[in-house]
């Protein structure tokens, strides 16, 4: 490599030969360079952006999460118990108060959202009673409780 008062390139051809150019003022830049800093800066741009979402969506996404959501088993976040009215299930909330404002008893608000714990309620027991019942095709006395569950709850909505 020969030094010089420019900077130097290094232009690798496709037969493996290294050859060294020097990058004068007056060298042009090729389409498919001006091409390639273009995605090199659409690219960071939008890598800056996607971190400031997830910067600032990340912890407003939690938050709403925790205020507006419901959990089936208790945990330190779901700590306050609530139940259906059509079938008495147990689901836990974040907030009782911020639970109740947003969906009070007897407004549509409510019913929906006491139709899909329901409705998870009853796929969670159908995926154990499944179980149960493979377990029972070995060993007769075995106990379906959730099988059970899932019969008095069918019972009940006809």
Do not use: W
Request: glycine letters at 6%; proline letters at 4%; a negative charge.
């Amino acid at each position: 490599m020969a030094e010089n008062d420019g900077e130097t390139v290094v232009l690798i051809l496709p037969s493996d030969r290294t050859v060294v150019e020097p990058l004068g003022v007056d060298r042009q830049i090729s389409q498919r360079e001006e091409e390639g800093r273009k995605a090199c800066e659409c690219m960071l741009i939008t890598l800056s952006i996607l971190l400031i979402i997830l910067s600032f969506g990340g912890p407003i996404y939690l938050v709403y999460q925790q205020l507006y959501s419901y959990s089936l088993e208790k945990s330190d976040e779901y700590s306050h118990m609530l139940k259906t009215t059509d079938y008495g299930i147990e689901f836990y909330v974040y907030s009782l108060n911020m639970f109740n404002h947003n969906y009070p008893l007897g407004t549509f608000a409510r019913d929906a959202i006491e139709n899909k714990i329901t409705g998870e309620y009853k796929h969670s027991i159908q995926k154990h009673c499944g179980d149960e019942l493979k377990h029972r095709i070995r060993f007769p006395d075995f106990p379906t409780p959730f099988c059970d569950e899932l019969d008095r709850m069918s019972k009940y909505s006809t």
